[in-house]
């Protein structure tokens, strides 16, 4: 399997400011990675030297092994991008618009036509084909910079945010031709900061923050990163003095909403063992009593500290 | 084939889409239509009407008014306006040469400096303006307009604003300036020593004195100046403005 994306001791400031300190991570043929983060953390900027369209100041950034410094337009042919600050031509049509990109990466009339109407239909955009693209709204929009993105048939797909602030219907479009496009073999380098899209998405994340990764693993292994802090909520039949149980939180992380007790421990079994002694001792009944395993959304937040 | 020009070829088939999609959503914008085809008009007219000139004598001035405005109206208007609606970022993200990509606004102001040059053109043999050499003049308006299309593109290059209306202004405070020290209203050959010194570094001058010889057969700078200088110049112009535009294109992303 082939490295699709590689970076190696990246760097970039701009004046005093690092935007990225020295990340490294590699993508691989056929894989779907989440490049998270909070916003201001240095995706962006990771995705556009992943572009080409910024130098780093140090460090190296291959695409299918092609340098991006020393030949951006070559790696640049490989990739389809759907940039964050992007917008299609609103005084163009959504067909006008797929022609012009498909023009500039170079694929002839004939394929770009046949291509842009199969996209069209499969994102539903074929009927409003010849509209200007300022009458469509945010979701569309969308769509059709996905299908900009795809014209050429790139085998790297680099996204990002690609459903920020999209409507249900074009996000679970974007979602489900993503993943069909991977079982293809395409490649796909998402960032984001929507938890809930790089979950059912991602085989693999990094996540970020000022610029620095604190992890990259698959996203089961995110999680269980996190997992020796597991909450457990317990609810007993009546409220009592729960402060005994205190004692067992890991942090301070203890909360009481009436009868409802939630608190994070590190040992599960010992925890639980416990929290049965006490209710036995106080003639308290227990009525529920979850383990809740903490997801993407938990680990991001414990990593981060957003 | 070998494949460098190969790349060359590539690159200038999409300096030719970025040309037709100017044309496409460029031609029609206010600030095109005001400065490249209303203004000039209105500035013969301002000129012409009321003094004892002949068309014959005015027709110099009618045609470097026209090619300078027309040829520099479309190229301003267009990075900061891709800016503006966020497109810049996604065009430059494809495998196009920024050369290649600025390529294509030049010759889109051009097309639109030739179309409109035209007009006076047509106007000036309905009206019977005598030519004495059409070839130089036809010469000299190709010339004209592919040396002030790439100004255009480096009159855009500086600040790197996503304003139209900032770069229309402050591309106004130059081109003004140059019309008047050009040799447009008056020729050369009138104009006192240190007149004749000043008009020397603008552009225009040449294409005027070019305009000046095909009609009277006569030029205050040889034509083998003439007509370098304006290849130079452009030339000059389009590696200055693609050398600029490296530099700030980033600035307009954010």
Redesign the interface.
């Known amino acids: 399997m082939r490295n699709a994306i590689e970076v190696v001791n990246v760097s970039k400031f701009f004046g005093k400011i690092k935007a990225v300190d020295n990340i490294s991570f590699t993508v691989q043929e056929g894989e779907i990675f989440g490049f998270l983060g909070p916003n201001g953390a240095g995706k962006t900027t990771t995705m556009r030297m992943l572009t080409g369209l910024i130098k780093p100041d140090t460090g190296q950034i291959r695409i299918f092994g092609l340098d991006i410094i020393r030949s951006p337009l070559k790696a640049k042919q490989l990739m389809g991008i759907l940039p964050e600050m992007s917008n299609a031509y609103i005084d163009l049509s959504a067909w006008d618009n797929l022609m012009l990109v498909g023009g500039l990466y170079g694929v002839p009339r004939r394929v770009r036509e046949e291509r842009g109407e199969r996209l069209l239909k499969q994102f539903k955009l074929f009927d409003r084909r010849n509209q200007l693209v300022k009458g469509f709204s945010k979701g569309m929009k969308q769509r059709l910079l996905v299908c900009m993105a795809l014209i050429h048939d790139p085998i790297l797909l680099l996204l990002d945010e690609p459903t920020s602030g999209l409507d249900v219907e074009s996000t679970i479009l974007i979602r489900n031709i993503l993943r069909e496009l991977n079982e293809k073999g395409v490649t796909v380098f998402i960032t984001t900061h929507n938890m809930e899209e790089a979950g059912k998405l991602c085989g693999r994340v990094a996540i970020v923050n000022h610029g620095r990764i604190l992890v990259t693993d698959t996203v089961e292994n995110v999680k269980n990163k996190t997992e020796r802090f597991k909450i457990l909520e317990v609810v007993f039949d009546r409220v009592a003095d729960f402060t005994e149980l205190a004692s067992l939180a890991v942090n301070g992380e203890f909360n009481v909403f009436d009868e409802r007790v939630r608190l994070v421990v590190e040992d599960v079994d010992a925890a639980l063992n416990r929290v049965v002694d006490y209710a036995r001792n106080n003639s308290i009944r227990i009525i529920s009593l979850n383990t809740l395993t903490p997801s993407l959304e938990d680990a991001f937040i414990k990593l981060t500290g957003s | 084939m070998n494949s460098s020009s190969n790349y060359y070829l590539?690159q200038f088939?999409?300096s030719l889409?970025i040309m037709?999609?100017n044309v496409?959503?460029y031609y029609s914008k206010g600030p095109v239509i005001v400065f490249g085809v209303l203004l000039p008009m209105f500035l013969f007219l301002a000129y012409f009407i009321g003094r004892n000139i002949s068309l014959h004598e005015a027709f110099p001035g009618l045609l470097g008014m026209t090619v300078f405005f027309s040829a520099t109206s479309v190229g301003p208007t267009i990075i900061p306006w891709e800016s503006r609606?966020?497109?810049l970022?996604?065009?430059?993200?494809?495998?196009?040469?920024l050369w290649s990509m600025f390529l294509g606004d030049v010759l889109s102001s051009f097309m639109f400096g030739v179309l409109i040059s035209l007009i006076p053109l047509i106007l000036g043999f309905i009206l019977g303006v005598e030519f004495i050499n059409c070839f130089l003049l036809f010469g000299g308006v190709i010339l004209g307009v592919l040396c002030f299309s790439a100004f255009s593109i480096l009159l855009s290059a500086y600040p790197p604003t996503d304003t139209p209306s900032t770069i229309m202004m402050l591309t106004s405070l130059v081109r003004f300036p140059l019309i008047f020290i050009s040799g447009v209203f008056t020729p050369l050959s009138a104009l006192p020593g240190w007149g004749v010194i000043l008009s020397s570094i603008s552009p225009l001058t040449y294409f005027v004195d070019l305009t000046r010889a095909s009609l009277t057969g006569v030029s205050y700078y040889p034509l083998y100046i003439d007509l370098p200088v304006l290849v130079f110049i452009a030339a000059l112009f389009f590696i200055i403005a693609v050398s600029i535009h490296k530099r700030s294109i980033?600035k307009r992303?954010s």
């Open positions: 590539e088939k999409r889409l037709k999609k496409k959503i609606l966020k497109t970022e996604r065009l430059i993200s494809t495998p196009i040469s980033l992303l």
